[in-house]
Protein backbone atom coordinates (compact mmCIF):
# COMPACT_ATOMS: atom_id res chain seq x y z
CA UNK A 1 0.00 0.00 0.00
CA UNK A 2 1.62 3.20 -0.86
CA UNK A 3 2.12 5.68 1.77
CA UNK A 4 -0.32 7.87 1.78
CA UNK A 5 -3.22 5.63 1.62
CA UNK A 6 -4.21 4.00 4.80
CA UNK A 7 -6.53 1.64 5.73
CA UNK A 8 -9.49 1.19 8.44
CA UNK A 9 -13.35 0.25 8.69
CA UNK A 10 -15.70 1.81 6.90
CA UNK A 11 -19.17 2.56 8.41
CA UNK A 12 -21.25 4.84 6.08
CA UNK A 13 -20.54 4.30 2.31
CA UNK A 14 -19.83 7.02 -0.17
CA UNK A 15 -16.52 8.94 -1.72
CA UNK A 16 -15.59 12.57 -0.30
CA UNK A 17 -13.12 14.56 -0.77
CA UNK A 18 -12.08 17.45 1.74
CA UNK A 19 -9.35 19.19 4.36
CA UNK A 20 -8.91 17.09 7.31
CA UNK A 21 -9.85 19.12 10.43
CA UNK A 22 -8.61 17.48 14.05
CA UNK A 23 -10.72 17.86 17.07
CA UNK A 24 -8.24 17.13 19.54
CA UNK A 25 -9.78 14.59 22.31
CA UNK A 26 -10.92 16.55 25.54
CA UNK A 27 -11.54 15.43 28.81
CA UNK A 28 -13.01 17.42 31.67
CA UNK A 29 -11.00 17.10 34.93
CA UNK A 30 -13.05 15.61 37.39
CA UNK A 31 -12.24 15.96 40.79
CA UNK A 32 -13.76 14.85 43.53
CA UNK A 33 -15.23 17.09 46.18
CA UNK A 34 -16.18 16.71 50.44
CA UNK A 35 -19.69 18.76 50.70
CA UNK A 36 -20.98 19.34 54.11
CA UNK A 37 -24.53 18.40 55.22
CA UNK A 38 -26.22 22.30 54.12
CA UNK A 39 -24.21 22.15 50.52
CA UNK A 40 -25.67 18.69 49.64
CA UNK A 41 -29.21 20.13 48.75
CA UNK A 42 -27.90 22.82 46.44
CA UNK A 43 -25.70 20.38 45.02
CA UNK A 44 -28.36 17.99 43.87
CA UNK A 45 -30.41 20.82 42.75
CA UNK A 46 -27.17 21.73 40.54
CA UNK A 47 -27.41 18.88 39.18
CA UNK A 48 -30.76 18.43 38.16
CA UNK A 49 -30.21 22.04 36.30
CA UNK A 50 -27.40 20.40 34.24
CA UNK A 51 -29.80 17.49 33.71
CA UNK A 52 -32.29 19.80 32.08
CA UNK A 53 -30.48 21.66 29.96
CA UNK A 54 -29.17 18.61 28.71
CA UNK A 55 -32.40 17.45 27.92
CA UNK A 56 -33.30 21.03 26.25
CA UNK A 57 -30.00 20.48 24.26
CA UNK A 58 -31.29 17.14 23.25
CA UNK A 59 -34.17 18.05 22.11
CA UNK A 60 -33.51 21.24 20.00
CA UNK A 61 -31.03 18.27 18.00
CA UNK A 62 -34.04 16.17 18.04
CA UNK A 63 -35.79 18.42 15.81
CA UNK A 64 -32.76 19.35 13.56
CA UNK A 65 -32.72 15.42 13.16
CA UNK A 66 -36.41 15.62 12.14
CA UNK A 67 -36.01 18.30 10.15
CA UNK A 68 -33.61 16.68 8.08
CA UNK A 69 -33.91 13.08 7.83
CA UNK A 70 -37.76 12.87 9.02
CA UNK A 71 -39.14 10.90 11.99
CA UNK A 72 -37.34 7.64 11.29
CA UNK A 73 -34.30 8.31 13.43
CA UNK A 74 -34.89 10.78 16.21
CA UNK A 75 -35.72 7.79 18.29
CA UNK A 76 -31.69 8.21 18.34
CA UNK A 77 -31.90 11.02 20.44
CA UNK A 78 -35.27 10.72 21.79
CA UNK A 79 -33.94 7.63 23.49
CA UNK A 80 -30.92 9.75 24.77
CA UNK A 81 -33.11 11.79 25.99
CA UNK A 82 -35.02 9.38 27.95
CA UNK A 83 -31.69 8.22 30.12
CA UNK A 84 -31.85 11.84 31.39
CA UNK A 85 -34.73 10.34 33.45
CA UNK A 86 -33.91 6.66 33.97
CA UNK A 87 -33.29 5.66 37.19
CA UNK A 88 -30.31 3.88 36.89
CA UNK A 89 -28.40 7.57 35.41
CA UNK A 90 -30.26 10.56 37.78
CA UNK A 91 -31.62 8.65 41.11
CA UNK A 92 -28.33 6.86 41.58
CA UNK A 93 -26.39 10.17 40.88
CA UNK A 94 -28.29 11.75 43.48
CA UNK A 95 -28.20 8.84 46.07
CA UNK A 96 -24.06 8.77 45.94
CA UNK A 97 -24.37 13.19 46.14
CA UNK A 98 -26.05 12.45 49.66
CA UNK A 99 -24.93 8.89 50.50
CA UNK A 100 -21.29 10.49 50.06
CA UNK A 101 -21.36 13.72 50.37
CA UNK A 102 -19.82 15.05 47.06
CA UNK A 103 -19.70 17.18 44.32
CA UNK A 104 -22.25 16.23 41.59
CA UNK A 105 -19.20 16.04 38.63
CA UNK A 106 -17.95 12.98 40.77
CA UNK A 107 -21.00 11.35 41.35
CA UNK A 108 -21.98 11.69 38.30
CA UNK A 109 -18.35 9.63 36.91
CA UNK A 110 -19.40 6.91 39.48
CA UNK A 111 -22.85 6.53 37.49
CA UNK A 112 -20.71 6.73 34.04
CA UNK A 113 -18.20 3.74 35.09
CA UNK A 114 -21.27 1.51 36.23
CA UNK A 115 -23.38 2.06 33.31
CA UNK A 116 -20.39 1.41 30.46
CA UNK A 117 -19.13 -1.09 32.11
CA UNK A 118 -22.24 -2.82 31.93
CA UNK A 119 -22.87 -2.07 28.63
CA UNK A 120 -19.25 -3.02 27.79
CA UNK A 121 -19.04 -6.41 29.50
CA UNK A 122 -22.23 -7.27 27.00
CA UNK A 123 -21.49 -10.17 23.97
CA UNK A 124 -23.64 -8.39 21.64
CA UNK A 125 -22.28 -6.22 19.76
CA UNK A 126 -24.86 -3.92 18.97
CA UNK A 127 -25.78 -3.25 22.44
CA UNK A 128 -21.88 -2.50 23.54
CA UNK A 129 -21.72 -0.19 21.02
CA UNK A 130 -24.64 1.71 22.66
CA UNK A 131 -21.90 3.02 25.10
CA UNK A 132 -21.25 5.67 23.00
CA UNK A 133 -24.75 6.81 23.46
CA UNK A 134 -24.64 6.70 27.69
CA UNK A 135 -21.25 8.73 27.18
CA UNK A 136 -22.48 11.13 25.00
CA UNK A 137 -25.21 12.12 27.32
CA UNK A 138 -23.05 11.85 30.31
CA UNK A 139 -20.34 14.45 28.58
CA UNK A 140 -23.10 16.89 28.06
CA UNK A 141 -24.55 16.94 31.83
CA UNK A 142 -20.64 16.94 32.76
CA UNK A 143 -20.33 20.07 29.95
CA UNK A 144 -23.07 21.77 31.48
CA UNK A 145 -21.82 21.21 34.88
CA UNK A 146 -18.91 23.00 34.08
CA UNK A 147 -20.92 25.32 32.44
CA UNK A 148 -18.58 24.67 28.96
CA UNK A 149 -20.11 25.15 25.68
CA UNK A 150 -20.21 21.78 24.11
CA UNK A 151 -20.65 23.00 20.89
CA UNK A 152 -17.54 22.13 18.34
CA UNK A 153 -16.76 22.71 14.79
CA UNK A 154 -19.71 24.56 13.46
CA UNK A 155 -18.88 27.73 11.83
CA UNK A 156 -16.47 25.80 8.99
CA UNK A 157 -16.58 27.80 5.36
CA UNK A 158 -14.76 24.99 2.83
CA UNK A 159 -15.53 21.02 2.76
CA UNK A 160 -14.18 19.27 5.34
CA UNK A 161 -13.83 15.70 6.39
CA UNK A 162 -13.72 15.83 10.87
CA UNK A 163 -11.31 13.88 12.30
CA UNK A 164 -11.69 12.59 16.23
CA UNK A 165 -10.99 10.01 18.50
CA UNK A 166 -14.83 9.51 18.53
CA UNK A 167 -17.98 10.72 17.36
CA UNK A 168 -21.56 10.78 19.00
CA UNK A 169 -24.70 11.40 17.27
CA UNK A 170 -25.53 14.92 18.77
CA UNK A 171 -21.54 15.65 17.28
CA UNK A 172 -23.08 14.48 13.85
CA UNK A 173 -26.11 16.40 13.98
CA UNK A 174 -24.67 19.51 15.37
CA UNK A 175 -21.95 19.63 12.51
CA UNK A 176 -23.78 18.24 9.90
CA UNK A 177 -23.76 20.85 7.33
CA UNK A 178 -23.06 21.50 3.60
CA UNK A 179 -19.17 21.81 4.21
CA UNK A 180 -18.59 19.05 6.10
CA UNK A 181 -18.48 15.67 3.90
CA UNK A 182 -17.28 12.79 5.88
CA UNK A 183 -15.22 11.84 9.18
CA UNK A 184 -13.00 9.41 10.59
CA UNK A 185 -12.54 8.34 14.11
CA UNK A 186 -10.39 6.00 16.29
CA UNK A 187 -12.88 3.97 17.83
CA UNK A 188 -16.79 3.38 16.99
CA UNK A 189 -18.57 0.34 14.54
CA UNK A 190 -20.81 -0.66 11.91
CA UNK A 191 -24.17 -0.42 14.23
CA UNK A 192 -23.54 2.79 16.57
CA UNK A 193 -26.15 5.24 16.51
CA UNK A 194 -23.33 7.42 15.10
CA UNK A 195 -22.85 5.32 11.54
CA UNK A 196 -26.61 5.17 11.64
CA UNK A 197 -26.94 8.58 10.70
CA UNK A 198 -24.01 9.47 9.01
CA UNK A 199 -25.49 6.28 6.59
CA UNK A 200 -28.35 8.16 6.25
CA UNK A 201 -27.07 11.75 5.74
CA UNK A 202 -24.84 9.80 3.45
CA UNK A 203 -21.92 11.16 5.02
CA UNK A 204 -19.34 8.61 4.11
CA UNK A 205 -17.28 7.42 7.29
CA UNK A 206 -14.15 5.37 8.14
CA UNK A 207 -13.45 4.40 11.46
CA UNK A 208 -10.15 2.65 13.51
CA UNK A 209 -7.88 4.81 12.00
CA UNK A 210 -5.53 5.18 14.23
CA UNK A 211 -3.23 7.83 12.87
CA UNK A 212 -5.41 10.94 13.17
CA UNK A 213 -2.80 13.08 14.75
CA UNK A 214 -0.46 12.12 12.19
CA UNK A 215 -2.92 13.28 9.41
CA UNK A 216 -3.29 15.95 11.70
CA UNK A 217 -5.45 19.26 10.01
CA UNK A 218 -5.14 21.04 6.91
CA UNK A 219 -4.26 17.99 4.64
CA UNK A 220 -6.36 17.40 1.84
CA UNK A 221 -8.20 13.60 2.00
CA UNK A 222 -10.18 11.07 -0.15
CA UNK A 223 -12.21 9.11 2.06
CA UNK A 224 -13.62 5.77 0.73
CA UNK A 225 -16.53 4.79 3.01
CA UNK A 226 -16.83 1.85 1.38
CA UNK A 227 -13.65 0.31 1.20
CA UNK A 228 -12.40 1.41 4.19
CA UNK A 229 -9.27 4.20 2.18
CA UNK A 230 -8.68 7.42 3.27
CA UNK A 231 -5.89 8.81 1.10
CA UNK A 232 -3.39 11.87 2.43
CA UNK A 233 -2.66 14.39 -0.47
CA UNK A 234 -3.80 12.38 -2.88
CA UNK A 235 -1.66 12.82 -6.33
CA UNK A 236 -3.32 13.87 -9.44
CA UNK A 237 -3.97 10.30 -10.55
CA UNK A 238 -5.31 9.56 -7.70
CA UNK A 239 -7.86 12.49 -7.56
CA UNK A 240 -8.86 11.85 -11.24
CA UNK A 241 -9.27 7.56 -10.29
CA UNK A 242 -11.03 8.63 -7.56
CA UNK A 243 -13.56 10.96 -9.25
CA UNK A 244 -14.29 7.88 -11.98
CA UNK A 245 -14.81 5.75 -9.10
CA UNK A 246 -17.00 7.98 -7.49
CA UNK A 247 -19.22 8.71 -10.72
CA UNK A 248 -19.15 4.75 -10.94
CA UNK A 249 -20.42 4.10 -7.43
CA UNK A 250 -23.47 5.98 -7.77
CA UNK A 251 -24.64 5.00 -11.34
CA UNK A 252 -24.33 1.56 -9.70
CA UNK A 253 -26.65 2.88 -6.84
CA UNK A 254 -29.11 4.07 -8.90
CA UNK A 255 -28.69 0.53 -10.99
CA UNK A 256 -29.40 -1.38 -7.91
CA UNK A 257 -31.94 0.10 -6.42
CA UNK A 258 -34.04 0.70 -9.99
CA UNK A 259 -34.74 -3.08 -9.53
CA UNK A 260 -35.42 -3.06 -5.52
CA UNK A 261 -38.90 -3.84 -6.40
CA UNK A 262 -38.58 -6.09 -8.98
CA UNK A 263 -38.86 -10.06 -8.18
CA UNK A 264 -35.90 -12.16 -7.22
CA UNK A 265 -35.94 -14.95 -9.77
CA UNK A 266 -33.34 -16.92 -11.94
CA UNK A 267 -32.91 -16.46 -15.74
CA UNK A 268 -34.80 -20.04 -15.85
CA UNK A 269 -37.41 -19.35 -13.32
CA UNK A 270 -36.43 -20.11 -9.95
CA UNK A 271 -38.06 -17.85 -7.29
CA UNK A 272 -35.82 -17.21 -4.50
CA UNK A 273 -36.62 -14.69 -1.75
CA UNK A 274 -34.67 -12.26 -0.87
CA UNK A 275 -34.85 -10.81 2.98
CA UNK A 276 -33.34 -8.19 5.23
CA UNK A 277 -31.43 -9.29 9.17
CA UNK A 278 -33.03 -6.69 11.60
CA UNK A 279 -31.94 -5.77 15.52
CA UNK A 280 -34.36 -2.86 16.06
CA UNK A 281 -37.91 -2.04 14.56
CA UNK A 282 -35.87 1.00 13.47
CA UNK A 283 -34.02 -1.00 10.93
CA UNK A 284 -36.86 -1.52 8.78
CA UNK A 285 -36.65 1.58 7.09
CA UNK A 286 -33.06 0.82 5.32
CA UNK A 287 -34.66 -2.83 4.70
CA UNK A 288 -37.64 -1.74 2.94
CA UNK A 289 -35.81 1.32 1.23
CA UNK A 290 -33.25 -1.44 -0.19
CA UNK A 291 -36.54 -4.05 -1.04
CA UNK A 292 -36.18 -6.50 0.74
CA UNK A 293 -39.10 -9.27 0.58
CA UNK A 294 -39.76 -9.09 4.23
CA UNK A 295 -37.73 -10.04 7.42
CA UNK A 296 -35.82 -13.16 7.82
CA UNK A 297 -34.80 -12.45 11.33
CA UNK A 298 -35.97 -9.93 13.58
CA UNK A 299 -33.34 -10.21 16.81
CA UNK A 300 -35.50 -9.58 19.41
CA UNK A 301 -33.01 -9.67 22.42
CA UNK A 302 -32.88 -5.58 22.64
CA UNK A 303 -36.06 -5.56 24.35
CA UNK A 304 -34.30 -7.70 27.08
CA UNK A 305 -31.14 -5.91 27.46
CA UNK A 306 -31.62 -2.61 27.09
CA UNK A 307 -33.31 -2.10 30.37
CA UNK A 308 -30.96 -3.60 33.01
CA UNK A 309 -33.55 -2.95 35.12
CA UNK A 310 -36.58 -4.88 34.30
CA UNK A 311 -37.69 -7.51 31.69
CA UNK A 312 -39.64 -5.93 28.95
CA UNK A 313 -43.54 -5.97 29.50
CA UNK A 314 -46.27 -8.00 27.09
CA UNK A 315 -47.31 -4.79 26.46
CA UNK A 316 -43.81 -3.83 25.02
CA UNK A 317 -43.17 -6.39 23.06
CA UNK A 318 -46.79 -6.58 21.45
CA UNK A 319 -46.07 -2.55 20.44
CA UNK A 320 -42.65 -3.87 18.35
CA UNK A 321 -44.13 -6.51 17.14
CA UNK A 322 -47.40 -5.19 15.52
CA UNK A 323 -45.20 -1.87 13.79
CA UNK A 324 -43.01 -5.06 12.60
CA UNK A 325 -45.86 -6.73 11.14
CA UNK A 326 -47.30 -3.81 9.48
CA UNK A 327 -44.74 -2.43 8.47
CA UNK A 328 -43.79 -5.47 6.44
CA UNK A 329 -47.62 -6.48 5.38
CA UNK A 330 -48.07 -8.02 2.92
CA UNK A 331 -44.67 -9.69 2.90
CA UNK A 332 -43.71 -11.87 6.33
CA UNK A 333 -41.38 -11.26 9.32
CA UNK A 334 -40.06 -13.93 11.17
CA UNK A 335 -39.11 -13.00 14.88
CA UNK A 336 -36.77 -15.12 16.60
CA UNK A 337 -37.55 -15.69 20.29
CA UNK A 338 -35.19 -14.31 22.46
CA UNK A 339 -31.36 -15.82 21.90
CA UNK A 340 -30.59 -14.92 25.50
CA UNK A 341 -28.06 -16.55 28.05
CA UNK A 342 -24.51 -17.29 27.80
CA UNK A 343 -23.37 -13.81 28.07
CA UNK A 344 -26.38 -11.90 27.02
CA UNK A 345 -28.15 -11.06 29.83
CA UNK A 346 -29.09 -8.36 32.84
CA UNK A 347 -29.11 -8.78 36.75
CA UNK A 348 -32.66 -8.95 36.87
CA UNK A 349 -32.94 -12.63 34.69
CA UNK A 350 -31.39 -13.80 37.67
CA UNK A 351 -28.36 -15.80 35.94
CA UNK A 352 -24.72 -15.90 36.54
CA UNK A 353 -21.19 -15.95 33.93
CA UNK A 354 -20.45 -19.55 32.82
CA UNK A 355 -17.16 -21.29 32.14
CA UNK A 356 -18.07 -22.33 28.79
CA UNK A 357 -21.29 -19.50 27.89
CA UNK A 358 -21.06 -21.44 23.75
CA UNK A 359 -21.95 -24.38 25.19
CA UNK A 360 -24.24 -23.19 28.04
CA UNK A 361 -27.52 -22.20 28.85
CA UNK A 362 -28.36 -20.05 25.87
CA UNK A 363 -31.53 -19.81 23.50
CA UNK A 364 -34.21 -22.29 23.76
CA UNK A 365 -32.82 -23.79 26.78
CA UNK A 366 -32.70 -20.48 28.86
CA UNK A 367 -36.27 -19.48 27.59
CA UNK A 368 -37.36 -23.15 28.33
CA UNK A 369 -35.78 -22.54 32.03
CA UNK A 370 -37.63 -18.80 32.45
CA UNK A 371 -40.91 -19.85 31.11
CA UNK A 372 -42.63 -17.28 32.02
CA UNK A 373 -40.54 -14.63 30.77
CA UNK A 374 -40.74 -16.86 27.61
CA UNK A 375 -44.76 -17.29 27.94
CA UNK A 376 -45.12 -13.48 27.92
CA UNK A 377 -42.88 -12.99 24.72
CA UNK A 378 -45.04 -15.73 22.99
CA UNK A 379 -48.27 -14.18 23.93
CA UNK A 380 -47.16 -10.93 22.72
CA UNK A 381 -46.45 -12.63 19.29
CA UNK A 382 -49.57 -14.07 19.19
CA UNK A 383 -51.62 -10.64 19.56
CA UNK A 384 -49.41 -9.10 16.80
CA UNK A 385 -49.94 -11.60 14.54
CA UNK A 386 -53.39 -10.59 13.50
CA UNK A 387 -51.79 -7.36 12.63
CA UNK A 388 -49.51 -9.04 9.34
CA UNK A 389 -47.79 -12.22 8.22
CA UNK A 390 -45.18 -12.96 11.62
CA UNK A 391 -43.70 -16.08 11.98
CA UNK A 392 -42.47 -17.39 15.32
CA UNK A 393 -39.10 -19.01 15.17
CA UNK A 394 -37.13 -20.66 17.72
CA UNK A 395 -32.95 -20.28 18.40
CA UNK A 396 -30.34 -22.86 19.48
CA UNK A 397 -32.56 -25.96 19.35
CA UNK A 398 -30.96 -29.27 19.54
CA UNK A 399 -33.71 -31.67 19.38
CA UNK A 400 -36.98 -32.93 19.43
CA UNK A 401 -37.63 -32.47 23.12
CA UNK A 402 -37.07 -29.06 23.10
CA UNK A 403 -38.94 -28.04 19.75
CA UNK A 404 -41.66 -29.80 21.42
CA UNK A 405 -41.34 -28.30 24.87
CA UNK A 406 -41.20 -25.01 23.02
CA UNK A 407 -43.95 -25.54 21.32
CA UNK A 408 -46.08 -26.57 24.08
CA UNK A 409 -45.82 -23.16 25.76
CA UNK A 410 -46.44 -21.72 22.66
CA UNK A 411 -49.71 -24.05 23.44
CA UNK A 412 -50.02 -22.56 26.77
CA UNK A 413 -49.82 -19.21 25.25
CA UNK A 414 -52.74 -19.54 22.92
CA UNK A 415 -55.12 -21.46 25.52
CA UNK A 416 -54.47 -18.36 27.67
CA UNK A 417 -55.34 -15.71 25.05
CA UNK A 418 -58.43 -17.94 24.19
CA UNK A 419 -59.94 -17.56 28.12
CA UNK A 420 -59.05 -13.49 27.72
CA UNK A 421 -61.23 -13.66 24.35
CA UNK A 422 -57.93 -12.12 22.80
CA UNK A 423 -57.71 -12.66 19.00
CA UNK A 424 -54.57 -14.39 17.45
CA UNK A 425 -53.59 -16.13 14.31
CA UNK A 426 -54.23 -19.84 15.42
CA UNK A 427 -51.80 -20.85 12.31
CA UNK A 428 -49.37 -18.90 12.96
CA UNK A 429 -46.43 -20.42 11.64
CA UNK A 430 -43.43 -21.75 13.42
CA UNK A 431 -40.00 -22.80 12.86
CA UNK A 432 -36.26 -23.26 14.20
CA UNK A 433 -33.14 -22.15 13.88
CA UNK A 434 -30.69 -24.73 12.51
CA UNK A 435 -27.11 -24.07 13.98
CA UNK A 436 -26.39 -26.92 16.19
CA UNK A 437 -24.99 -30.13 14.60
CA UNK A 438 -27.20 -32.32 16.20
CA UNK A 439 -30.58 -30.78 14.57
CA UNK A 440 -28.67 -30.60 11.28
CA UNK A 441 -28.34 -33.98 11.43
CA UNK A 442 -32.02 -35.07 12.84
CA UNK A 443 -33.57 -32.45 9.94
CA UNK A 444 -35.41 -35.25 8.94
CA UNK A 445 -37.24 -35.62 12.74
CA UNK A 446 -37.31 -32.02 13.11
CA UNK A 447 -38.94 -31.13 9.52
CA UNK A 448 -41.83 -33.23 10.33
CA UNK A 449 -43.40 -30.52 13.49
CA UNK A 450 -42.22 -27.38 11.85
CA UNK A 451 -43.37 -24.88 9.02
CA UNK A 452 -40.11 -23.47 8.08
CA UNK A 453 -36.33 -23.80 8.85
CA UNK A 454 -33.72 -21.14 8.97
CA UNK A 455 -30.17 -22.02 9.09
CA UNK A 456 -27.89 -20.22 11.05
CA UNK A 457 -24.56 -20.35 9.58
CA UNK A 458 -22.78 -17.80 12.07
CA UNK A 459 -23.01 -20.76 14.96
CA UNK A 460 -23.64 -23.41 13.10
CA UNK A 461 -19.80 -23.23 11.68
CA UNK A 462 -18.44 -22.97 14.48
CA UNK A 463 -20.10 -25.69 16.60
CA UNK A 464 -19.21 -28.08 13.43
CA UNK A 465 -15.85 -26.95 13.02
CA UNK A 466 -14.84 -26.35 16.93
CA UNK A 467 -13.65 -22.85 15.57
CA UNK A 468 -14.73 -19.71 17.94
CA UNK A 469 -15.57 -17.25 15.24
CA UNK A 470 -14.43 -14.01 17.69
CA UNK A 471 -10.64 -15.95 18.56
CA UNK A 472 -8.68 -13.75 15.53
CA UNK A 473 -5.88 -16.63 16.24
CA UNK A 474 -8.83 -19.49 14.98
CA UNK A 475 -9.76 -16.74 11.78
CA UNK A 476 -8.35 -18.99 9.19
CA UNK A 477 -9.83 -22.41 10.17
CA UNK A 478 -13.68 -20.43 10.34
CA UNK A 479 -14.66 -21.10 6.64
CA UNK A 480 -18.13 -21.01 5.80
CA UNK A 481 -17.21 -22.69 2.99
CA UNK A 482 -15.70 -26.01 3.91
CA UNK A 483 -16.67 -29.39 2.57
CA UNK A 484 -17.99 -30.57 6.14
CA UNK A 485 -20.31 -27.13 6.06
CA UNK A 486 -21.80 -27.48 2.48
CA UNK A 487 -22.22 -31.34 3.02
CA UNK A 488 -24.36 -30.64 5.90
CA UNK A 489 -26.26 -27.72 4.40
CA UNK A 490 -27.59 -29.70 1.46
CA UNK A 491 -28.47 -32.35 3.97
CA UNK A 492 -30.80 -30.04 5.49
CA UNK A 493 -32.25 -28.69 2.65
CA UNK A 494 -32.93 -31.94 1.32
CA UNK A 495 -34.73 -33.31 4.47
CA UNK A 496 -36.75 -30.36 4.61
CA UNK A 497 -38.13 -30.11 1.09
CA UNK A 498 -38.80 -33.92 0.99
CA UNK A 499 -41.00 -32.76 4.21
CA UNK A 500 -42.42 -30.08 2.17
CA UNK A 501 -40.39 -27.27 4.49
CA UNK A 502 -39.03 -24.23 2.62
CA UNK A 503 -35.13 -23.44 3.86
CA UNK A 504 -34.09 -20.08 4.42
CA UNK A 505 -30.54 -18.75 5.84
CA UNK A 506 -29.96 -15.91 7.72
CA UNK A 507 -25.96 -16.02 8.32
CA UNK A 508 -23.52 -13.59 7.32
CA UNK A 509 -22.74 -16.12 4.38
CA UNK A 510 -26.01 -15.21 2.66
CA UNK A 511 -24.85 -11.70 2.21
CA UNK A 512 -21.44 -12.40 0.74
CA UNK A 513 -21.31 -12.40 -3.02
CA UNK A 514 -18.75 -14.98 -3.55
CA UNK A 515 -20.66 -17.31 -1.89
CA UNK A 516 -23.95 -16.62 -3.45
CA UNK A 517 -23.38 -19.64 -6.57
CA UNK A 518 -23.29 -22.37 -3.37
CA UNK A 519 -26.40 -21.28 -1.80
CA UNK A 520 -28.00 -21.22 -4.85
CA UNK A 521 -27.33 -24.28 -5.63
CA UNK A 522 -28.30 -25.34 -2.80
CA UNK A 523 -32.20 -25.24 -3.54
CA UNK A 524 -32.21 -22.64 -0.68
CA UNK A 525 -36.03 -21.03 -0.93
CA UNK A 526 -35.13 -17.61 0.95
CA UNK A 527 -31.98 -15.44 1.93
CA UNK A 528 -31.88 -13.13 4.55
CA UNK A 529 -29.52 -10.51 4.83
CA UNK A 530 -27.93 -7.12 6.15
CA UNK A 531 -30.49 -4.58 4.16
CA UNK A 532 -27.53 -2.77 2.53
CA UNK A 533 -26.60 -6.39 0.53
CA UNK A 534 -29.79 -6.84 -0.34
CA UNK A 535 -29.93 -4.80 -4.13
CA UNK A 536 -26.50 -6.76 -5.07
CA UNK A 537 -27.33 -9.57 -3.92
CA UNK A 538 -30.76 -9.57 -5.87
CA UNK A 539 -29.38 -8.86 -8.81
CA UNK A 540 -26.93 -11.57 -8.83
CA UNK A 541 -29.85 -14.19 -8.25
CA UNK A 542 -31.58 -12.51 -11.54
CA UNK A 543 -27.82 -12.77 -13.84
CA UNK A 544 -27.75 -16.84 -13.30
CA UNK A 545 -29.11 -19.55 -13.97
CA UNK A 546 -30.58 -21.63 -11.59
CA UNK A 547 -29.06 -25.24 -13.38
CA UNK A 548 -25.74 -23.20 -13.18
CA UNK A 549 -25.83 -22.89 -9.57
CA UNK A 550 -26.88 -26.32 -8.92
CA UNK A 551 -24.18 -28.03 -11.49
CA UNK A 552 -21.16 -25.38 -9.40
CA UNK A 553 -22.85 -27.02 -6.41
CA UNK A 554 -22.20 -30.75 -7.26
CA UNK A 555 -18.22 -29.93 -8.46
CA UNK A 556 -17.93 -28.16 -5.61
CA UNK A 557 -19.50 -31.43 -3.44
CA UNK A 558 -16.82 -33.47 -5.38
CA UNK A 559 -13.82 -31.19 -3.76
CA UNK A 560 -11.69 -32.21 -0.69
CA UNK A 561 -10.59 -28.69 0.73
CA UNK A 562 -11.86 -25.75 1.44
CA UNK A 563 -9.23 -23.69 -0.42
CA UNK A 564 -9.78 -26.03 -3.88
CA UNK A 565 -13.70 -25.07 -3.61
CA UNK A 566 -12.79 -21.20 -3.25
CA UNK A 567 -10.58 -21.26 -5.87
CA UNK A 568 -13.10 -23.24 -8.02
CA UNK A 569 -15.75 -20.45 -6.90
CA UNK A 570 -13.65 -17.80 -7.76
CA UNK A 571 -13.16 -19.04 -11.23
CA UNK A 572 -17.02 -19.31 -11.79
CA UNK A 573 -17.78 -16.15 -10.23
CA UNK A 574 -15.68 -14.29 -12.73
CA UNK A 575 -17.09 -16.28 -14.99
CA UNK A 576 -20.61 -15.12 -14.90
CA UNK A 577 -20.19 -11.58 -13.28
CA UNK A 578 -17.84 -8.86 -15.42
CA UNK A 579 -15.48 -6.93 -13.98
CA UNK A 580 -16.94 -4.40 -11.91
CA UNK A 581 -19.97 -5.81 -11.28
CA UNK A 582 -19.00 -6.02 -7.43
CA UNK A 583 -18.26 -2.47 -7.73
CA UNK A 584 -21.26 -0.74 -6.00
CA UNK A 585 -21.37 -3.37 -3.35
CA UNK A 586 -22.58 -1.29 -0.21
CA UNK A 587 -24.65 1.08 -1.94
CA UNK A 588 -25.89 4.28 -0.19
CA UNK A 589 -29.69 3.49 0.34
Known sequence: MKKNIYKGTPIAPGISVGKSLLLEKQALPIFRLTLSEEQVDSEVRRLEEALEKTKSQLVVLKNQLTERLGEGHSYILEAQTLMLDDNLLRANTVDTIRREKVNAEWALGETASKLTGLFNSMENTLLRERVADVEDVIGRVQANLAQIDVHRATEITEDVIILAYQLTPSDIVEMHNSTIVGFLTEIGGKTSHTAIIARSLEMPAV??????NEIGSGRTLIVDGF?????VDPTLTQRREYENKKRYYEEHANQLISIKDKPSITKDGRKVVIQANIELPEDLDTAIRSGAQGIGIYRSEFLYLSNPDALPTEEEHFTVYRAVAERVYPHSAIIRTADLGAEKFTPVMGMHPEPNPALGLRGVRFCLRKREMFKTQLRALLRASTFGRLKIMFPMVSGLNELREAKAALEEAKEELRVLKVDFNENIAVGIMVEVPSAAMTADLLAAEVDFFSIGTNDLIQYLLAVDRNNDHLAYLYDPIHPSVIRMMKYVVDKAHEAGVKVGICGEMA???????????????????????VPLIKQ???????????????????????????????EKTNQFFPSGFFASRGPVL
Open 207 to 212: TGMQEL
Open 511 to 533: SDPQYLLILLGLGLDELSMNPVS
Open 227 to 231: EGIVI
Open 540 to 570: MVRSLRYQDAREILEHCLTLSTAQDINEYLL
